[in-house]
């Protein structure tokens, strides 16, 4: 079954909790605080794997989570991370984020690898808490949760060379003549539903993949016959050869098709008819083909293309034609060598880590909220049930002027605020 694009939920493990612990050991006096903090959650990656020809993994199965961190325990020990979860996607997969339509990575090499939700953090243990003030601190890091978001997979397919022309021209014809590939072969219009991919062997270290895209019409694209559902896979073709049906019997004409695909193109992806270099005349053995011959050559040359006629049914010309796509596949400039196993996501500026004194106190009605990056962060992860958290909480927002802000804002004691999510109750001290 043929799968080129799905949707599908991904979240990342969450972070284990750091646990609180004391030392209390025979002749070992004043033992303090050992708790170990929690493992980070698995990471959610998408990997580009050769073996993989579509995407009908993801048809059934929508939903993937990373495992989660486990907790921290006491001796310090820290808690075991959760494993990433690696989803196995076809080489030249596109990653959207879903929500807003960002592409996060584009993986066209065999190998590359993007991380598409970030496991959640660990908490820090008791231990971490300890100070010569707060010597027995009895309180503790929640983990942070992973991301979640929803993904568009979008298959474009990788190949150096791709067929496109008119239903009926005789594509899978010719792939099916030039490689072991088997698509099916009919008399009939749309034969092709599915795009084909062919590796053609030439002889030792001489080979390329060869991609039939289903047939192409007028209007196609703004979405006609099979439209922009194909299309997509031309983009990755290096290059481009038109199969054109010389013989005209389908009853029309080889001139107008060479026109119309040629169009469709352009219009498509203005770039992408740069890249037809090559026209097939196919169905040569058949007379019609011979005395149309002429006409689609003189179109051809004065669009600067060449022609080269075979018929993809009895095999004749089609050495011949393998040849002069051997030889323009040779003056390609060659790619720069990419990193193995690494697809860097698009560039994007490297975030500035908040501090705790930046905030902002606004008054809402009968209360005050408080918006501050670093101090949503630190609330997230804190077990406000626990007397002790919130005696740390009130340092931390003492410490960095959140109360003295809060009293000139006008807040009284029994107020409401709003730290983030959370609610609070002002109490003076």
Known sequence: MWVDQVRIWVRAGNGGHGAVSFRREKYVPAGGPDGGDGGHGGHVILEADASERTLVAFRYRKRFQAESGRPGSGARKRGANGADLVL??????????????????????????????????????NARFATPTRQAPAFAQKGLPGEERELELELKLVADVGLVGYPNAGKSSLIAQCSAARPEIANYPFTTLVPTLGTVFRGPGRSFVM????????????????????????????????????????????????????????????????????????KMDLAESRQHLPRLEAAAAELGLEVVPLSAATGEGVDAFLDRVEALL???????????????????????????????VERQNDAFAVRGEALERIVARLDLNNPESLRYLQHILEQNGVLQALREAGAREGDTVWLGSVELEYVEE
Not at 99 to 121: H, N
């Open 330 to 360: 040779a003056q390609r400039p060659k790619p720069e060598p990419a990193t193995p196993g690494v697809t860097p996501p698009p560039a994007r500026p490297r975030r500035r880590r908040a501090s705790l004194k930046e905030f902002t």
């Open 88 to 125: 196995k996607v076809p080489v030249g997969t596109v990653v959207k984020d879903a929500a807003t339509g960002e592409v996060l990575a584009d993986l066209a090499e065999p190998g590359a690898r993007v991380i598409v939700a970030r496991g959640g953090s660990g908490g820090k243990g």
């Open 211 to 282: 991609a039939d895209i289903p047939g192409l019409i007028e209007g196609a694209s703004q979405g006609a016959g099979l439209g922009h559902q194909f299309l997509r896979h031309v983009e990755r073709s290096g290059l481009l050869v038109q199969v054109v049906d010389a013989s005209g019997l389908e009853g029309r004409d080889p001139v107008d098709d060479l026109r119309v695909v040629r169009q469709e193109l352009e219009a498509y992806q203005p770039e992408l008819v740069q890249r037809v270099k090559l026209v097939v005349a196919n």
